[in-house]
Structures are given as structure tokens and as C-alpha cells.
């Protein structure tokens, strides 16, 4: 079983920053992409940004240079720091993974359960 699970969300004042992150767990094989998508209130969920396992990075418009995704292969984790936040970035962050399970040998797609971002004075 392959669990994703995130950590990092919260309320912020505008311009503050939060750091999300998600750890990777389970009978893994291999972890292809990962990214990041959120889902506010009354909206479709939407791509933040992804990241390969090579370190190539794709950002949404509207979070290039205020957000920045990464991660740590051996630790299976990536992280999203935010900074800049905006009432407009208030959603539920959820984690997203390419995994190939040693159970299954093939690529599945996995999702957290999300975290909360609330942007707010």
C-alpha cells in the first residue's frame, strides 16, 4: 500500500510564507513525477507545479516566482514553499506521485489527503 501523506498547512497573513511537505511511503519501486495541485472553495482542483525525478520544474502562470517545489528521492518527500501568500492562494494543497509499486510493476497515480492553506489578516 502507497500512502502520501502532507504537512506544512495552515493560516498565514498576507506575504507570509508556508512550507508544505509529503512523504512518500509504502512498498515502493520507483517515484516518477510528483507535483503539487490545490482545490479552493467552489473551484476545480488545479496544477501548482511538478517536478521530475531528474529536478526539472513547471509552474503554473499565476505561482511562477512566488512559489518554488522540490524534492529529496531518497527521503521519497517534496516540498512546496510559498511565499508571497495571497488571499486568492487560500485552498487545500494536495500532493501528488508517479509510483511504480513493488506489488503492482506499473505507474500509478496517488494523491494525498491535503492540507489546508488559509490566507487570511
Known amino acids: 500500500q502507497v500512502q502520501l501523506v502532507e504537512s506544512g498547512g495552515g493560516l498565514v497573513q498576507p506575504g507570509g510564507s508556508l512550507r508544505l511537505s509529503c512523504a512518500a511511503s509504502?512498498?515502493?519501486?520507483?517515484?516518477?513525477?510528483m507535483a503539487w495541485y490545490r482545490q479552493a472553495p467552489g473551484k476545480q482542483r488545479e496544477l501548482v507545479a511538478t517536478?521530475?525525478?531528474?529536478?526539472?520544474?513547471n509552474y503554473a502562470d499565476s505561482m511562477k516566482g512566488r512559489f518554488t517545489i522540490s524534492r529529496d528521492n531518497a527521503k521519497k518527500m517534496v516540498n512546496l514553499q510559498l511565499n508571497s501568500l495571497k488571499p486568492e492562494d487560500t485552498a487545500v494543497y494536495y500532493c501528488?506521485?508517479?509510483?511504480?509499486?513493488?506489488?503492482?510493476?506499473?505507474?500509478?497515480?496517488?494523491w494525498g489527503q491535503g492540507t489546508q492553506v488559509t490566507v487570511s489578516s
Open positions: 509504502g512498498s515502493i519501486l520507483v517515484i516518477n513525477d
Open positions: 517536478i521530475t525525478k531528474d529536478h526539472s520544474t
Open positions: 501528488y506521485a508517479q509510483v511504480v509499486p513493488r506489488t503492482a510493476l506499473e505507474l500509478l497515480p496517488y
